[in-house]
């Protein structure tokens, strides 16, 4: 499925620039990325940060447009939620294929490049839905 979002969705890289640079992090993973999804995945399209403390609460704060809640029909960079045992639930960008790329999933602190279904097998995850890349407040 190829990306088509909204006209309000700009961010400093293009979606295939966005997923060419995430798939290059795990080369360069460093145990820095522990707790610390949402900044990654803002930095996936070229913020320092997202603009809001929270996985879940950024998806709560998307525009109605622009979530698909439950959808498994997913664009390739479109950002994926779920509902965690942490309050502040958990995003990851959506490589395409099933394939995410994640922190602290498979290695605490690290980035890898995961199945999707690994948030809900492994962390008793609850799928909430997907979005597309929008950082509205992002720095």
Known sequence: MAADWPPEVKNRRSTAGAIEW??????LNEKRWWRRCLEFSARVYGWTAAGVGSAITHYHQMPDNM???????????ALMYWETSNPHGHVSVYLGDGMIISSDVARPGYVDVIPASDIESKWAGRYVGWAPPYFPQGA
């Open 22 to 27: 995430a798939k290059e992090q795990p080369g």
């Open 67 to 77: 979530k698909h809640p439950g959808s498994r029909d997913i664009p390739a960079g």
